[in-house]
């Protein structure tokens, strides 16, 4: 195929009142050559005026191809006309190269109110394909426009929630109101659409995710609308989880970086943040809640977050250093408790953890621990120990997972990350992940301490799941580097993960 070529294009209007819309969207297959990339659509209405639109990524299709999209929506009143028939061509700016998709020089052409135009070697196709699950809907609408030279009879989408274990069957109706065309605005002879619009809602349930294809029986044959090759998969969002060791107030411009961790929250929209030294201004013995590192990321936040933290030591003489989790969910329950046999506020061995339990919409109950251990020679071996046993009475019946999130201060080639993972009870989710980008990150400054005990740089933080949990990482990699939009803002970099049900 072109690197770039029409998927459909669509041309109504709709009336409320005295006033009317006219609504133009284009969607166009893109090939993805390099990530960089400028996709527009330049346009002409009845005036001749000629317009450019710049296109926003939609999603991705089989066979290395993305969609892009552009919504055009016009109102009649004062200065503003509709801008009725269109033609118009597709532009695609890539690597210094331009290619068109202008219809063999003719340029597309779609006239007021006609309904859809398909790409001309489709039969059918699913219009307005979204991702994404609404949240609280048990009905996925899908909306599909066929062809009417192919005469259909029957349009059947076919579906499953389990990847494929099973498949159910949902009927379309098709639309009586003659292939979607609207009221024009003015009284000209409206065109017979080329397509007619064929509608369905999947009952969903509860289900985390659907993976569809659509088929149309003609009396010629069966036709098939499969994304390209790859079905249609719509899911709600993943669980969302980011860990990151916060270096208790020793970062040079510190206020600046936690902005750039709140900015890096919300973008990514995790669910769960775990936080390791975690600063506060000692202040005598007083302590400073303002002056929480935690406290200040979660102020920062443009969504609501519950807070649970808690002190385990004093750090660098002068501050209070703890572990917090931030939960978009809520707590159902919080908990802390030391794993060290120390438990002064003046033994940098002292290790408490923070513990909380999560309700997260298809997911269930997880429970959370934002840890913070000490190296090898300080004390790991009873840490986890202690760590080990806490948790495995908290994992009771109707926890749907637990997650171990934080500095284990022990390298994958170390006794202390054999003795987590011959447990057999947890596994290294930044290890699993198809394209995981975890192996050799580590600080980005060196820290003495640290430094004389592990040698090299490399990974001392984690994202541990308990084994038999059904869920499965769909992505992993670190945060927070040279190599990312945010930059660095620790002495560690943070670990992100992205977690499925699994089946």
Avoid at 69 to 94: E, K
Avoid at 207 to 215: G, K, L, T
Avoid at 411 to 421: F, I, K, L, M
Wanted: aromatic share 10%; proline share 3%; net charge negative.
């Amino acid at each position: 195929m072109p690197p770039i070529r029409l998927l459909y294009a669509e041309n109504v209007v709709s009336r409320r009142g005295a006033r009317a819309v006219q609504h133009l969207e284009f969607r166009m297959l893109v090939e993805n050559i390099a990530y960089d990339k400028l996709v527009e659509v330049v346009w002409s209405d009845d005036d001749l005026t000629w317009r450019t639109s710049q296109a926003q990524f939609h999603g991705t299709a089989g066979r290395g191809l993305e969609i892009w999209r552009v919504h055009v929506r016009r109102g009649l009143g004062g200065p503003v006309t509709l801008p009725g028939d269109i033609q118009f061509a597709l532009h695609f700016r890539v690597q210094g190269s331009d290619y068109w998709d202008n219809n063999l020089g003719t340029n597309h052409r779609i006239n007021e109110s006609s309904g859809v135009l398909l790409c001309e070697d489709l039969s059918l196709l699913n219009l307005g394909f979204d991702g994404g699950l609404r949240a609280g809907r048990s009905l996925h609408p899908v909306e599909v426009a066929v062809r009417r030279a192919i005469a259909p009879t029957r349009v059947v989408v076919h579906w499953s929630t389990d990847r494929w274990k099973t498949v159910r069957t949902t009927p379309c109706l098709l639309r009586q109101d003659r292939g979607n065309r609207k009221e024009s605005q003015t009284p000209k002879k409206l065109e017979e659409p080329d397509c007619e619009i064929w509608q369905s809602q999947v009952p969903l349930g509860d289900a985390f995710q659907v993976e569809y294809a659509i088929s149309c029986e003609t009396e010629s044959g069966v036709f098939w609308d499969n994304n390209f090759g790859e079905n249609y998969l719509a899911r709600h969002e993943r669980l969302k989880v980011l860990t990151l060791n916060l270096h208790c107030y020793q970062e040079e411009n510190q206020d600046e970086k936690l902005s750039r961790i709140a900015k890096a929250i919300d973008d990514l929209g995790a669910d769960i943040v775990c936080l390791q030294e975690v600063g506060e201004h000692w202040n005598e013995g007083r302590g400073s809640w303002n002056s929480n590192t935690a406290k200040i990321i979660r102020d920062r936040l443009r969504r609501s977050y519950d807070l649970h933290t808690d002190r385990s030591h004093i750090g660098f003489d002068r501050f209070y250093e703890g572990s917090a989790i931030l939960s978009r969910h809520g707590f159902m329950l919080q908990d802390s408790g030391y794993v060290s046999s120390g438990t002064s506020l003046h033994d940098i061995n002292a290790r408490k953890i923070v513990m909380g339990q999560v309700l997260v919409p298809h997911f269930g109950v997880l429970n959370v621990f934002s840890i913070h251990l000490s190296w090898w020679s300080g004390g790991f071996s009873e840490q986890f120990s202690r760590l080990h046993s806490w948790a495995t009475v908290k994992h009771m019946d109707g926890v749907a997972g637990t997650l171990f999130c934080g500095d284990f201060n022990v390298t994958q080639d170390s006794e202390g990350y054999r003795a987590v993972v011959e447990t057999r009870d947890y596994v290294d989710l930044l290890t699993l992940a198809e394209g995981s980008d975890c192996a050799g990150n580590g600080w980005t400054r060196r820290d003495r301490t640290v430094a004389s005990d592990q040698g090299d740089d490399r990974r001392i933080d984690y994202v541990f799941l308990r084994s038999d949990c059904r869920l499965r990482v769909a992505r992993s990699g670190p945060l927070f580097t040279d190599r990312d939009l945010y930059g660095p803002v620790s002495d560690h970099p943070g670990y992100y993960v992205e977690l499925e049900p699994s089946w």
